[in-house]
Structure formats: structure tokens, C-alpha cells
């Protein structure tokens, strides 16, 4: 049974010793929501993949956090290979992605934990795909994929609905991530004609 530190408290009425109640209530409920979720079997190699090597477990945007730190093996690891190698990566992580989001969500026993980022690791490698190099492209491949996986524009959001298993987990990022590569392209010749 997991531990609940708020039974006692009314996250909707405001607090008179609290000089933010509104802050306080949305800490407890994110606490409360995060103590609530299934934990994954930290010496599972596969629920550790599945959570980005860890970087899920952050309390709070746990899919940002995936895909900061998704960002370092792109930059150290990936941006420089050839296309071929590339696209290797890509399909290895979809397969090995769509394993180990459903092996995982099934232990836990809840469909796309919020700390399964693996499919944002590869919704952000998908954005980068044939970008130019510098931070200024990354920090905005970043922003893009980030607004397309929140906001999950139509299509996305009828699939991230419809699809279900780790094929369901996977397919919305990477389809945010396409959405984000089309518009950082767009960018990179726009700028290009100027």
C-alpha cells in the first residue's frame, strides 16, 4: 500500500499559515500523484531502460527530463554519424523502445507511466535527424519537440488515444518528433534564404 501524506489536507480550500495556498496545493497533489504511481524495479534493466536510464523518475516534467537527457548522447554520441548509422539507431530504439515500454507499462500495470521516456529519447534523436550543428539548433529541435509532445496536435493525440501497447507508448512521440523535424527543417531553410 503506498504511502499518502495527504489524507488529511484539502488541496482545493486555501491554507491561512500558507502565503501561497494555490502553491501549496499543487505541490501536495504533484506529491500525492507521484506517490501514488507504481515504482519501477530499479535493478530491471528493462524498466531502467524504459525510464531513460533513470532520467523519468523526476517528480515533476519527468518527460522533460527524459529528453535533457536525451540531448547529451545526441550531441556527444550521435549528431556526427553517417545517415546510414543514424537511421540504424532510430529503428533499434523503435524496436527495442516498443519491448520495453510494454514489458514495463504491464509490470506496472499502468499504460504509458509519466516516467517512460525512452520514447521521448527517440521523438528527440528523430527531431535532430539531418539538423546542422550547434547548440542553437539543439535548444530549438528541444522546444519544438517538447511544444508538438504536450500539445499533441491532431494527429497525434487520436493516436497517442487509439494505439495502445509499447507500440502505442512509442508511435505519438514519434510522430511529435516528425512534426518538430518537419518545422526545425522548414527553419533551417528558411533561414537559409534570407
Known sequence: MPLNLVNNVKLSQPTSNVR?????????FSLYRVMNLPKPNYTNPIHMLAFGLGSGLSPKAPGT?????????????????PVWAYVLVLAITMLVGTYVCDKTSKDLGVHDHGGIVI?????????????PSGIEWLIWGFVLFRIFDILKPWPIKWVDAKVGGGFGIMIDDVLAGVAAWLVLQASVYGIALL
Not at 21 to 26: A, I, Q
Not at 119 to 131: P, Q, V
Open 20 to 28: 501561497h495556498p494555490w502553491l501549496y496545493s499543487s505541490f501536495l
Open 65 to 81: 527530463t527524459g529528453t535533457l537527457a536525451a540531448l547529451p548522447i545526441y550531441w556527444f554520441f550521435m549528431q556526427d554519424l
Open 119 to 131: 520514447d521521448e529519447w527517440l521523438g528527440m534523436w528523430l527531431t535532430m535527424f539531418l539538423a
